[in-house]
């Protein structure tokens, strides 16, 4: 156990269609992460968060933002879902350099 | 910047030792290494910082070669709990804003 969450587990869009993500890590918790990982590959770093403030972003289009929120909790937005924004989304919580990550939200774009 | 793992598959009876190799081209901060089981999240095994330091606890345990920037994991007397995919992480700088996942190495322990 982790003590990081993510909602929902799992969703089902449609092209076009928005798609908000939420994660709640652990009090102290400074710093999130967000990753996308699709099938058979590694996951791939999409931005993190600190503070409340964007800290770095991966190669991911602007149509991916996020927040995160002075409780600890963290949302990813995805606007204009595409069929290969289809993945497991991984949010990871950082503490003492050490990430701990969440199960994951598997999103299917149809 | 993704780091580059290798060998990309590894088949182990009980018992035997694996090393997986994790190899960048850029000058790293820190080396992560986490190990993914089907269906669930990474979770993390351990971090090693600039400075060249091996890590371990129990039967596994990391290398860092700061100047060649590479690091190695190693399974000794591997277990069927070991099975999964191991995936290194590297960061570049102290702030830790650009976090990338390695290739991944599959680990399948059989009897």
């Known amino acids: 156990e982790t003590g990081v969450t993510q909602s929902p587990t799992h969703l089902i869009k449609t092209r076009g269609q928005q798609v908000t993500l939420r994660c709640s890590s652990q009090s102290g918790h400074n710093t999130v992460s967000w990753y996308q990982q699709a099938l058979g590959q590694g996951p791939q770093f999409i931005f993190q968060y600190y503070r409340e403030e964007e800290n770095g972003r991966g190669n991911f289009p602007p149509r991916f933002s996020g927040l995160q929120f002075p409780n600890y909790s963290s949302e990813l937005n995805v606007n204009a879902l595409e069929l290969d924004d289809s993945a497991l989304y991984l949010c990871?919580?950082?503490?003492?350099?050490?990430?701990?990550f969440g199960p994951g939200t598997r999103l299917l774009v149809l | 910047q993704q780091p580059v793992q290798s060998p990309q598959a590894v088949i182990l009876r009980e018992g035997e030792d694996a090393v997986i190799n994790c190899s960048s081209s850029k000058a790293l901060y820190s080396v992560h290494w986490y190990r993914q089981k089907h269906g669930e999240a990474p979770i993390f095994l351990m971090i090693?910082?600039?400075?060249?330091e091996q890590k371990g606890h129990d039967k596994i345990s990391a290398s860092f070669n700061e100047k060649k920037q590479q690091s190695s994991l190693y399974l000794t007397a591997s277990q069927l709990s070991y099975s999964g995919t191991y995936f290194c992480?590297?960061?570049?700088?102290?702030?830790?804003?650009?976090?990338?996942f390695g290739t991944g190495t599959s680990l399948t322990v059989i009897p």
């Open positions: 090693l910082l600039k400075g060249g």
């Open positions: 990871a919580s950082s503490y003492e350099e050490t990430q701990y």
């Open positions: 992480g590297t960061e570049t700088s102290r702030t830790g804003n650009q976090f990338y």
